[in-house]
Antibody, heavy 118, light 107 residues
Framework: QVQLQQWGAGLLKPSETLSLSCAVY????????WNWLRQPPGEGLEWIGE???????NFNPSLKSRVSITVDTTQSQFSLKLASVTAADTAVYYC????????????WGHGTMVSVSS | DIQLTQSPASLSASVGDRVTITCQAS??????LNWYQQKPGKAPKLLIF???NLETGVPPRFSGGGSGTDFILTISAMEPEDFATYYC?????????FGQGTKIDIK
């Protein structure tokens, strides 16, 4: 049973860099893409980007210039960095798995609330 | 980007009611459409993948259908635990996108 455990700073100031990590337990990184999504308070879901175990990435064009997703196969972890945050980046951030043959997000982290405020 | 429009945005229902939610895509998404349930303070939960396939462990009162641009999620008889927000999501084209959600509350 794959589980995702995520962590990172929850309070940032404008212009800082958001940094979150997600550890994969009970499974391997291969055979899936590893994703970050977010949900502003009271709003819907937005896909941020994905990484596969060999390091191939795809990003949402709306965030692409500020986003980096990396993977550490030795630690079974993947990480998100979002640069130059503003109040509009305030959201719950989720990590999630998408098996390559499924195309759906079938395992999710618990979510991390990130607030951006001066 | 493929835009997904869910209808209705919210509805009230009673236990035992049959509920239907629609999701319309702005472009042909074949069957690359998934449905999720989200409860307050929790991560979304996958219910239906590839338009009509029930995820393991999801009760059979949930069903999905459709292809192309028009999709539907049906709950055949509402149970107390089904009051939540439901989202459709497409993965046929990057970026993956979600509908705006349909909130089901108790009548």
């Amino acid at each position: 049973q794959v589980q995702l455990q995520q962590w990172g700073a929850g309070l940032l100031k404008p212009s800082e860099t958001l940094s979150l990590s997600c550890a994969v337990y009970g499974g391997t990184l291969s055979g899936s893409s590893w994703n970050w999504l977010r949900q502003p308070p009271g709003e819907g879901l937005e896909w941020i980007g994905e990484i596969k175990h060999r390091g191939n990435t795809n990003f949402n064009p709306s965030l692409k210039s500020r986003v980096s997703i990396t993977v550490d196969t030795t630690q079974s972890q993947f990480s998100l960095k979002l640069a130059s945050v503003t109040a509009a980046d305030t959201a719950v951030y989720y990590c999630a798995r998408s098996p390559l043959l499924l195309g759906a997000f079938d395992v999710w982290g618990h979510g991390t609330m990130v607030s951006v405020s001066s | 980007d493929i835009q997904l429009t869910q209808s209705p945005a919210s509805l009230s229902a009673s236990v035992g009611d049959r509920v239907t939610i629609t999701c319309q895509a702005s472009q042909d998404s074949s069957n690359f459409l998934n449905w999720y349930q989200q409860k307050p303070g929790k991560a979304p939960k996958l219910l239906i993948f590839d338009a009509s396939n029930l995820e393991t462990g999801v009760p059979p009162r949930f069903s999905g259908g459709g292809s192309g641009t028009d999709f539907i999620l049906t709950i055949s008889a509402m149970e107390p635990e089904d009051f939540a927000t439901y989202y459709c999501q497409q993965y046929g084209s990057l970026p993956y996108t979600f509908g705006q959600g349909t909130k089901i509350d108790i009548k």
